[in-house]
Nanobody
Framework: QVQLVESGGGLVQAGDSLRLSCALS????????MGWFRQAPGKEREFVAG????????LSEDSVKGRFTVSRDNVKNAVYLQMNSLKPEDTAVYYC???????????????????WGQGTQVTVSS
C-alpha cells in the first residue's frame, strides 16, 4: 500500500526559504507522477507544482514560478519542494500527491491524484 509522508514545514518570516520533502513507501516512486498542492483556511486545495516520473517534465503554478522548484530523487523514493522568497500568502497546509499515471504532472485537479499525504503546515509571517 502506498503511503506518503510530508515533512519540512514550519514557521518562517517573509523572504525565508523552506524545503519540503515527501517520502513514498510501499512502492517505487518511479512508478508515479507526483504533485504538490496547498490549502489555506477557508480556501480550496490548489495546485502548486507537478513532476513526471523521471523529473524531465515539471509544471509550476504561476504565483510560485521563479520561487518554488519541484524535484525528485527516485533512488531515495522522495519528492521535494524548494520554496524560496516565501510570502505571507504562501501560508497553507502543503500536501504531496501521487498517481499511477507516471506522466501526470500537468493536471491541476486534485481529483486526478490517487494518493495523498497528511500535509505539513507552512506559515509565513510578515
Amino acid at each position: 500500500q502506498v503511503q506518503l509522508v510530508e515533512s519540512g514545514g514550519g514557521l518562517v518570516q517573509a523572504g525565508d526559504s523552506l524545503r519540503l520533502s515527501c517520502a513514498l513507501s510501499g512502492r517505487s516512486i518511479s512508478n508515479y507522477g507526483m504533485g504538490w498542492f496547498r490549502q489555506a483556511p477557508g480556501k480550496e486545495r490548489e495546485f502548486v507544482a507537478g513532476i513526471n516520473w523521471s523529473g524531465a517534465n515539471r509544471l509550476s503554478e504561476d504565483s510560485v514560478k521563479g520561487r518554488f522548484t519541484v524535484s525528485r530523487d527516485n533512488v531515495k523514493n522522495a519528492v521535494y519542494l524548494q520554496m524560496n522568497s516565501l510570502k505571507p500568502e504562501d501560508t497553507a497546509v502543503y500536501y504531496c500527491a501521487a498517481d499511477r499515471n507516471r506522466n501526470l504532472y500537468q493536471s491541476m485537479d486534485p481529483k486526478d491524484y490517487e494518493y495523498w499525504g497528511q500535509g505539513t503546515q507552512v506559515t509565513v509571517s510578515s
